[in-house]
């Protein structure tokens, strides 16, 4: 059973990304439960393009929330009429929900199960895409409250997904940055560090008072730092999410 604390995570992405919002789905009228946020694009109309995709990697993104730090990662391998892939949904200061897709294509449409994982809880569930040329179509998902369960609406609306270069998609890898610190940015929780890395990188880590509680640590410009944590993409720039501090 997915709990509510689950329905509420869907509640900040689904409705303006991905997916539908399951828990204010169960409360709203029959008329609403399928809206979303497509700015205004006809998603019938959206989905007609004629494309038989080739045997290859597709990777896609949708980032959302006031500051794009909400984000839908869909990774997909295409061979011989088969699917398999990754799919994520994280929000921001909240835990991911991720997990494999297995499953078919049969000209556009792709029918997979997603087995995901989250707060340490296992699940599945069906999940019904279209592939265009410049992006991946996915149905909407809705609350059945007499399952207490999200599922896909059959009937609902496609919400959008762009392409993205799969090169720059490597969010969900935890990752260790060590060097030293050039600059700092203030954020709601914390801050975002800007490590030059001793790899010769430059690299963004989130340092969160909410994630870290007690070990949350003030760095400064030029103090050596060594961190690690999971990558997210945030408007685009790869973002190390600071999970540990390290010595």
């Known amino acids: 059973m997915i709990s509510m604390f689950r329905s509420r995570f869907y509640n900040n992405i689904l409705t303006v990304s991905a997916f539908l919002v399951s828990g204010l789905a169960a409360c709203q009228s029959p008329e609403s439960k399928t809206s979303s946020a497509l700015n205004g694009q006809d998603s019938t109309h959206a989905v007609a393009e004629s494309y038989t995709p080739a045997n290859g990697n597709y990777c896609y993104q949708l980032a959302s929330g006031s500051q794009g730090k909400d984000t839908l990662d869909i990774t997909l391998q295409i061979s011989d009429g088969h699917v398999s892939g990754d799919m994520s949904n994280r929000i921001f200061e909240k835990d991911a929900r991720k997990g494999a897709l297995e499953g078919s294509i049969k000209g556009q449409d792709i029918s997979a199960i997603w087995t995901y994982s989250q707060e340490g809880t296992k699940d599945t569930m069906k999940v019904l895409f279209k592939i265009n040329k410049d992006d991946l179509w996915q149905r909407s998902i809705k609350y059945n409250a007499q399952t207490q369960r999200e599922q896909t609406d059959q009937n609902g609306e496609w919400i959008k997904v762009p392409a993205t270069n799969c090169e720059l998609n490597t ?31 430059t690299y963004r880590a989130n340092i969160s008072n909410i994630r870290l509680e007690r070990n949350f640590k003030r760095y400064n410009k030029g103090d050596k730092i060594k961190v690690a944590g999971d990558t997210v993409s945030v408007q685009r720039q790869m973002q190390v999410q600071v999970q540990e501090i390290r010595q």
């Open 171 to 201: 969010t969900g890898k935890r990752i260790e940055v060590v060097g030293e610190v050039v600059n700092t940015e203030p954020q709601e929780h914390g801050y975002i560090a800007i490590v030059k890395g001793n790899d010769g990188k």
